[in-house]
């Protein structure tokens, strides 16, 4: 569907006016096909709820969103359909329901999955229910009788901070994905001749061969003349198998005043993160900021595809807005990439010494990491 923002007028503006006010962000009493100023403030009061970018604008994220918002789990028959996975906010009550009562439905992300089926198909069998897989009105029934098994934390971000734990402190052997955004005939930013597409390939590249360096295997999601859409890249990276995502982007800004790094992890803004992704995101956040003396914008939670499709831990940083006369001469320099580089190895290494044998931030350097592999290594 096209972008809808203020001043559009149609059948598509009467459609999510109809959804914002069923979800009570909108008070419309005369329906209206206009997009004005109260329905700005109504999308920009969903987006934030839902961990998108807040601009106001309707795009795909955010209209797959409000169809999302309008399903209540009963509504409808859920099921697995790999061409074409059922998405929802009751997917996303049965995947919470599920990881309650003791079942490893996957992250809760709202899409029906493999791994939704086959957790629902576990429990079907063990309460005598017919084991199809679907989520119809008496498998509906049996999840609202039964009483939550585990409590005191969601299961399924204590499990991947066990996997965390399990890995040990070594770097060498771990698969990571390094993820520079954009890519082919899509530059990203672009401004005065320096592209976001290029510099953060070659931020990428300064960081895998980083990585290699340790003995840890890092996979490019792209080439340069290639651009995966977030799904893909995902997708890319759950074949994998890989430990961590790393996501490389810079941002812009109509204000050529805005400046600093970001960093974002999975989460919806409702009490449902990451605590790997917000840890990890909190050490790249800390160590960028130390090395680099750039303006500390904070880490946050989204609802990207990237940060949310994924099976591991998923983190996505802006580096710098191009935007910027400042940070994009940073960004062109480098010398200055590779500080940047070195930063957001040593903060997956702080992820994983789980605070053991840790150095101030922005102190650890790359020699001090590899003798910590090396005799890490030996010990074994």
């Given at each position: 569907?096209?972008?809808?923002?203020?001043?559009?007028?149609?059948?598509?503006?009467?459609?999510?006016?109809?959804?914002?006010?069923?979800?009570?962000?909108?008070?419309?009493?005369?329906?209206?096909?206009?997009?004005?100023l109260p329905v700005e403030?109504?999308?920009?009061?969903?987006?934030?709820?839902?961990?998108?970018?807040?601009?106001?604008?309707?795009?795909?994220?955010?209209?797959?969103?409000?169809?999302?918002?309008?399903?209540?789990?009963?509504?409808?028959?859920?099921?697995?359909?790999?061409?074409?996975?059922?998405?929802?906010?009751?997917?996303?009550?049965?995947?919470?329901?599920?990881?309650?009562?003791?079942?490893?439905a996957g992250r809760p992300?709202?899409?029906?999955?493999?791994?939704?089926?086959?957790?629902?198909?576990?429990?079907?069998?063990?309460?005598?229910?017919?084991?199809?897989?679907?989520?119809?009105?008496?498998?509906?029934?049996?999840?609202?009788?039964?009483?939550?098994?585990?409590?005191?934390?969601?299961?399924?971000?204590?499990?991947?901070?066990?996997?965390?734990?399990?890995?040990?402190?070594?770097?060498?052997?771990?698969?990571?994905?390094?993820?520079?955004?954009?890519?082919?005939?899509?530059?990203?930013?672009?401004?005065?001749?320096?592209?976001?597409?290029?510099?953060?390939?070659?931020?990428?590249?300064?960081?895998?061969?980083?990585?290699?360096?340790?003995?840890?295997?890092?996979?490019?999601?792209?080439?340069?003349?290639?651009?995966?859409?977030?799904?893909?890249?995902?997708?890319?990276?759950?074949?994998?198998?890989?430990?961590?995502?790393?996501?490389?982007?810079?941002?812009?800004?109509?204000?050529?005043?805005?400046?600093?790094?970001?960093?974002?992890?999975?989460?919806?803004?409702?009490?449902?993160?990451?605590?790997?992704?917000?840890?990890?995101?909190?050490?790249?956040?800390?160590?960028?900021?130390?090395?680099?003396?750039?303006?500390?914008?904070?880490?946050?939670?989204?609802?990207?595809?990237?940060?949310?499709?994924?099976?591991?831990?998923?983190?996505?940083?802006?580096?710098?807005?191009?935007?910027?006369?400042?940070?994009?001469?940073?960004?062109a320099n480098p010398s200055?990439?590779?500080?940047?580089?070195?930063?957001?190895?040593?903060?997956?290494?702080?992820?994983?010494?789980?605070?053991?044998?840790?150095?101030?931030?922005?102190?650890?350097?790359?020699?001090?990491?590899?003798?910590?592999?090396?005799?890490?290594?030996?010990?074994?």
């Open positions: 569907m096209p972008l809808l923002r203020r001043g559009d007028f149609g059948p598509d503006v009467a459609e999510v006016r109809a959804t914002l006010t069923r979800l009570g962000l909108l008070s419309d009493p005369q329906p209206s096909q206009v997009f004005d403030h109504a999308v920009r009061a969903f987006q934030q709820q839902r961990g998108l970018i807040t601009d106001g604008i309707v795009g795909p994220a955010t209209y797959r969103a409000l169809r999302d918002a309008t399903f209540r789990l009963g509504d409808r028959p859920l099921a697995y359909l790999m061409s074409q996975p059922v998405t929802g906010d009751d997917v996303f009550a049965l995947q919470e329901r599920l990881l309650e009562l003791g079942y490893d992300n709202g899409e029906f999955g493999r791994q939704t089926e086959q957790a629902l198909r576990s429990f079907q069998r063990d309460y005598g229910l017919i084991v199809d897989g679907m989520c119809g009105p008496d498998t509906v029934r049996a999840l609202r009788q039964l009483q939550p098994k585990v409590r005191g934390g969601r299961p399924v971000f204590l499990r991947e901070q066990e996997r965390v734990r399990r890995a040990g402190p070594r770097l060498s052997g771990k698969r990571i994905i390094i993820d520079p955004g954009h890519g082919g005939a899509d530059r990203g930013v672009v401004v005065d001749g320096v592209s976001e597409a290029d510099v953060m390939l070659d931020l990428a590249r300064l960081l895998e061969g980083k990585m290699a360096a340790t003995g840890m295997e890092a996979l490019l999601t792209r080439g340069p003349n290639h651009c995966p859409d977030e799904g893909e890249r995902a997708a890319f990276a759950n074949e994998a198998g890989a430990d961590l995502i790393l996501s490389l982007h810079s941002d812009a800004n109509p204000s050529p005043l805005a400046a600093g790094v970001a960093s974002f992890h999975f989460g919806t803004g409702n009490g449902t993160s990451s605590t790997v992704g917000e840890a990890l995101a909190g050490y790249i956040q800390r160590e960028l900021v130390a090395r680099t003396g750039m303006l500390d914008c904070g880490t946050h939670p989204k609802t990207w595809d990237m940060l949310r499709m994924t099976r591991c831990t998923a983190v996505r940083v802006e580096v710098g807005y191009l935007t910027n006369a400042g940070d994009r001469a940073r960004l200055f990439r590779d500080v940047v580089a070195e930063g957001i190895l040593v903060a997956v290494k702080r992820l994983y010494l789980l605070g053991q044998n840790d150095q101030p931030t922005g102190t650890f350097t790359l020699d001090d990491l590899m003798r910590h592999e090396l005799t890490t290594g030996q010990a074994r």
